[in-house]
């Protein structure tokens, strides 16, 4: 029999941040992040013939057709990196591609197994697009005003120039989250009617919209109970010669654990030191690892 894969969808207006706390959710999960904006782009640069046909509405920021973008999804499922589940960033936007993915879904016995929603007032929509530069490389974002690159239009990341999307440029945003209200705002009911639903704030800082969707997260992927996951830890583990590897790790929270940490977690002052960000209860490594430092953004599969 197949594994059931962990399906995960990000809803949101344009700007909500959905690509900014994907990368986070996606490795948190194990799952790829698979973004249909993304990949309609990847069509486009690669000229084939959905990028010419999907074109023209993406410029003037309307959606592209049902039946285009449905098809490339299921293709995109069907990849090897796939076979745990994906986190669906921007797809469905409407109800048909909604209906669409339950069918698509069903034929191998998957289902949808939590919606993440990211709530966020229109008129600051419109101020974080219009103000948003990417990196042509590694697609980081950046915002001129909120969260600036070190160096001018330069990544931090990679140190690659930053461009605008064509379609972050303000008379567009105008349409593209007016078409928001009016094609995904029913998704959004729609998943709501099925008690998949987890509504966020996402007028917050970006930290504090990560932890609260890691809390969503917890206990609702498949159904099933799952340990909440509030923050990463970045380990040290002795190397064969001596030196300090370095390997991540997911921490449990302890008050979802239940325990204290065993002592060969490390020193039990060095987990109450540092609490967990979110509920201050202490912290519980999952591996021998003697931890070091604490990151709450950095985020990866263990
Ligand atoms: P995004 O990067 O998600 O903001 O998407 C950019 C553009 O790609 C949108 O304005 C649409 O033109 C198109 N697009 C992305 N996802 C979809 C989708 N699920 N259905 C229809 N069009 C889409």
Same mark, same amino acid.
């Given at each position: ?151 001018? $239009?330069? /990544?931090?990341? =990679?140190?690659?120039? %930053?461009?605008? @999307?064509?379609?972050? +440029?303000?008379? &567009?945003? !105008? ?98 030191? $540092?609490? /967990?960000?979110? =509920?201050?209860?202490? %912290?519980?490594? @999952?591996?021998?690892? +003697?931890?070091? &430092?604490? !990151? ?7």
């Amino acid at each position: 029999m197949q594994r059931q894969r962990t399906i995960v969808l990000l809803l949101g207006a344009p700007g909500a941040g959905k690509g900014t706390q994907a990368r986070f959710i996606g490795g948190l999960l194990g799952i790829p992040h698979v973004a249909s904006g993304d990949l309609l782009r990847e069509h486009r640069r690669a000229g084939t013939a959905l990028g010419r046909a999907a074109q023209e509405y993406m410029d003037r920021g309307d959606l592209v057709p049902d039946t285009l973008v449905i098809d490339m999804i299921a293709e995109r499922l069907e990849r090897e990196d796939a076979t745990r589940g994906a986190l669906l960033d921007g797809f469905p936007r409407t109800v048909a591609q909604a209906e669409a993915l339950e069918v698509r879904l069903a034929d191998r016995g998957d289902t949808v197994g939590a919606v993440l929603y990211l709530e966020v007032p229109r008129t600051a929509l419109v101020e974080r697009l219009a103000g948003r530069w990417m990196c042509g490389a590694c697609q980081a974002t950046y915002h001129e005003r909120f969260n600036p690159p070190t160096a001018d $239009n330069i /990544c931090n990341i =990679c140190e690659e120039p %930053l461009y605008q @999307r064509p379609d972050d +440029r303000r008379e &567009v945003v !105008e349409n593209r989250v007016e078409v928001y209200l009016r094609e995904t705002l029913p998704v959004v009911e729609h998943y709501k009617s099925r008690g998949v639903l987890h509504a966020l704030d996402g007028d917050r800082s970006i930290d504090a919209v990560r932890t609260r969707l890691c809390h969503a997260l917890g206990g609702t992927v498949h159904g099933q109970r799952r340990p909440r996951w509030h923050l990463f830890v970045r380990h040290t583990e002795p190397g064969d010669d001596g030196a300090a590897s370095q390997a991540l790790g997911r921490t449990l929270c302890g008050k979802f654990v239940g325990r204290r940490p065993a002592g060969d977690f490390g020193a039990v002052e060095d987990f109450e030191a $540092n609490p /967990c960000r979110h =509920c201050w209860h202490a %912290l519980h490594a @999952r591996h021998p690892f +003697r931890l070091v &430092v604490l !990151e709450q953004s950095d985020a990866v599969a263990s």
